[in-house]
């Protein structure tokens, strides 16, 4: 079966620092890979999805960077972080293809910035 | 571009009755799909239900269905005898066709809140 992995799962950093938040997954070949912000109490906004290795989509202009340096891997950077870059973030994959294949999503990560 | 609309930011209901939270979407895609997730406090997202845009028939999963109404696209989920552990957050979403259904759009979700 597949599985997804995100960590951390709590990570307090102060403003101006660097970010590496990765997310695996297993059980699986080629899935579309997704980083998705949640901001206290709202909706998931989409910051960056993947189809393929280094194969990167921008939804959202930022100080954020993700990567595919593997087929199951996706990391989220930052040089220097922003007040603003608090929030809470999901991993999710899901097959490439179809219209009726949901996402899958990691546990998320609780970013604080201080 | 798609849209999903929801527009309950919170709801009520009384332990084992019925609830319907409401979904309206906008698309130009031939085709899409439609989901349901559900946000514990713990923060997780659980695929709950799916109904496909040339579907005949309502989705259903155990005390989840989808009441779909394509002309008025709406995809409302209702949730049957509810049980406390059905607090949680819901979101409706939408996977459309165009770019190879590569992206999907989300709802800003409906705080539901079972009461005992």
């Known amino acids: 079966s597949q599985t997804i992995h995100q960590w951390p799962a709590t990570l307090v950093q102060p403003v101006g620092s660097p970010l590496s938040l990765e997310c695996t997954v297993e059980g699986t070949s080629n899935p579309n890979l997704y980083w998705y912000r949640q901001a206290a109490g709202r909706g998931l906004q989409l910051l960056f999805y993947?189809?393929?290795?280094?194969?990167i989509s921008s939804e959202v202009p930022q100080n954020l960077s993700a990567s595919r340096p593997q087929d199951r891997q996706f990391i989220l950077s930052s040089k220097k972080l922003l007040l603003s870059d608090s929030g809470f973030y999901l991993c999710a994959w899901s097959v490439a293809v179809g219209s009726n294949q949901p996402q899958h999503f990691g546990d998320g990560t609780r970013l604080s910035i201080l | 571009a798609q849209k999903i609309t929801q527009t309950q930011p919170g709801m009520f209901v009384q332990e084992k009755e019925a609830v319907t939270l409401d979904c309206t979407y906008d698309?130009?895609?031939?085709?899409?799909?439609l989901f349901w997730y559900k946000q514990p406090s713990s923060g997780e997202m659980i695929f709950l239900i799916y109904?496909?845009?040339?579907?005949?028939q309502n989705a259903t999963e155990g005390r989840y269905s989808l009441n779909f109404q394509k002309a008025r696209k709406s995809a409302n989920l209702v949730i049957s005898a509810s049980q406390l552990g059905d607090s949680a957050m819901y979101f409706c979403?939408?996977?459309?066709?165009?770019?190879?259904?590569?992206?999907?759009?989300f709802g800003i979700g409906t705080k539901l809140q079972v009461i005992p």
């Open positions: 109904q496909g845009s040339y579907d005949q």
């Open positions: 979403a939408m996977r459309g066709s165009r770019g190879g259904y590569q992206k999907v759009t």
């Open positions: 698309t130009s895609d031939p085709s899409y799909g």
């Open positions: 993947s189809v393929g290795i280094g194969q």
